[in-house]
């Protein structure tokens, strides 16, 4: 292995695909008094002939970011090929280096392994993503695949979007459910099969949408249909009661403060609680005095609610939904300038500002 001059090495190895040379060297260190990292991108077993060894992006202020597209080795058919992989080796600032504290994994908006597919008659673009950065599309459960459905040009990747499938989920598209089969391990081609059972499209969970409709059952076996709800503006909110010593004020008893003022004039709010103990989430909505329907399944997590929502975890989401049951708003994701996706925030005053929207039409 030929290396660069440096200052205190450190050394790792990043273990991709499933071809002959797996393993991938870095070694970070000091150079003119600088953290560098050197990364054998090219797998030549030289980490000098790569390029510099600068980090080249900063994680907001705790640490550095090093992005590199490595060649991994893939056997396909007997034969060892080497394909491009982006992979994104982050460390924090004070300790540069391996030791437990020098980390890699896959960026999720940016993937190499995008072609095309025929679905359904119709050409659509397809995207992979290696969801546990180990270089391999093959192990279907850590595999998620986007496809360009509105076909216009861009994967929509939030958690919740339209075009991506989790691992395990049916495909429908046109008239069609489809189901992935088997992925080659490099990602390269992918088998489809027509599914006997069908499933409906994802919605669309974008504001200007229909709400998709659901019947559930609250805390009080009150049933509710949110159909049944027209003429009435409505407040979702998908979470998950904290620990039940927590002191501050939560998300749920605001949004009761809203019910409070807002009820007579036609506002309804529907807690979606993803806690798996009951007693848990009925202690704390006591706590805070919450009496706005809280619908109630013991399956948690996996709350078909949340599930129609295609909220994956309880993460504050907030939708509003108009009188004539369309979505107007919802809390979403935004991605910064890296492509990774946070959260939006909402704050109280902004969310009465946007109820008051909707009971004045
Ligand atoms: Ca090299
Ligand atoms: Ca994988
Ligand atoms: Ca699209």
Request: glycine residues 10%; contains cysteine.
């Amino acid at each position: 292995m030929k290396e660069p001059e440096l200052e205190g090495k450190l050394y790792g190895v990043l273990k991709l695909g499933n071809g002959q040379d797996q393993l991938i060297t870095a070694v970070t260190g000091k150079e003119k008094g600088q953290s560098v990292i050197y990364v054998d991108a090219n797998n030549d077993e030289d980490l000098t002939n790569d390029g510099d060894g600068r980090w080249n992006g900063e994680l907001s202020g705790w640490g550095y970011r090093r992005r590199v597209t490595v060649q991994v080795d893939y056997s396909i058919e007997g034969e060892n090929v080497a394909l491009p992989y982006h992979v994104y080796i982050d460390a924090t600032k004070d300790r540069p280096g391996p030791a437990g504290r020098l980390k890699y994994h896959a960026w999720f908006g940016h993937c190499h392994r995008a072609g095309t597919v025929k679905l359904d008659g119709k050409p659509y673009d397809l995207a992979l993503f290696d969801t546990n950065s180990d270089g391999l599309y093959s192990d279907l459960e850590n595999t998620v695949l986007a496809i360009d459905v509105d076909r216009d040009g861009f994967f929509l990747t939030t958690p919740d979007s339209y075009e991506l499938w989790r691992p395990g989920e049916l495909i429908r598209l046109g008239n069609t459910t489809y189901e992935v089969v088997s992925i080659s391990p490099g990602g390269r081609e992918i088998d489809f099969s027509v599914s006997e059972e069908e499933v409906p499209p994802h919605p669309i969970l974008l504001p200007s949408y229909p709400a998709p409709d659901f019947r559930a059952t609250d805390l009080k076996e009150n049933e509710l249909f949110l159909k049944g709800l027209r003429g009435n503006a409505v407040l979702l909110y998908f979470w998950e009661a904290p620990c039940p010593t927590c002191s501050s004020k939560s998300r749920a008893s605001q949004i009761q403060n809203i019910y409070d003022r807002y009820k007579e004039k036609g506002f309804i709010a529907i807690g979606i609680p993803m806690n798996s103990d009951r007693a848990v989430l009925e202690s704390f909505l006591e706590r805070e005095g919450t009496t706005y329907p809280q619908l109630w399944s013991e399956e948690g997590r996996e709350n078909p609610v949340a599930k129609l929502y295609r909220v994956w975890s309880p993460n504050d989401m907030i939708y509003l939904i108009d009188r004539q049951g369309i979505i107007r708003y919802k809390n979403s994701y935004h991605a910064d300038g890296e492509g990774f996706l946070h959260y939006n925030e909402i704050g109280t005053e902004q969310l009465i500002k946007i109820v008051e929207g909707l009971l004045e039409q």
